[in-house]
C-alpha cells in the first residue's frame, strides 16, 4: 500500500460518517457519457443536474487547493471523480473526502453537500 493510499483510506475512515450520500453513488456503475467528458486525473463539476454537457469547471490535484468558482460556490449540481479529492464547505467546516468513481447526478438536492461545496484539494 502506497503512503498516499493510507493517507485516502485514513480520510475515509475519518469521513464515513458523514460521506453516505457518496457513498450511495460510488455503489452504482459510473456514468459513460460523463467519463468520457472528464479526463483521467480529474474532478470535473457541473451547475446543472446529470453532467449536461461540457463541465462547468475541472480541478486535478496537482491544483492544490483552490476555490470553486463563484458559479459553482454553494452550486454543484453534479460532478465525477476521477481522482481523489476532498470537498470542503468551509463554515460549518465539513468535509467529504471523495476517490475515483464517485459522482453525483444531483448533488445540491435536498440540501445534499454541493450546496454546501466551497473549495477542493487533494485530501482530506
Ligand atoms: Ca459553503
Redesign the pocket.
Known amino acids: 500500500m502506497t503512503r498516499t493510499r493510507a493517507r485516502i483510506l485514513g480520510a475515509l475512515s475519518v469521513c464515513a460518517l458523514t460521506g453516505s450520500l457518496l457513498g450511495a453513488g460510488s455503489a452504482l456503475a459510473a456514468d459513460s457519457k460523463a467519463g468520457a467528458d472528464c479526463g483521467p486525473q480529474e474532478v470535473c463539476f457541473w451547475q446543472d443536474n446529470d453532467m449536461s454537457g461540457a463541465p462547468t469547471w475541472r480541478w486535478s490535484p496537482g491544483s492544490g487547493q483552490l476555490n470553486l468558482p463563484p458559479a459553482l ?2 452550486n454543484v449540481g453534479s460532478f465525477v471523480a476521477n481522482a481523489a479529492a476532498c470537498f470542503v ?3 460549518p467546516a465539513e468535509s467529504r473526502a471523495v476517490t475515483p468513481g464517485d459522482y453525483s447526478n444531483a448533488y445540491k438536492a435536498d440540501g445534499k453537500f454541493g450546496s ?3 473549495l477542493v484539494k487533494p485530501a482530506c
Do not use: G
Open positions: 460556490h454553494d464547505d468551509t463554515d454546501r461545496l466551497d
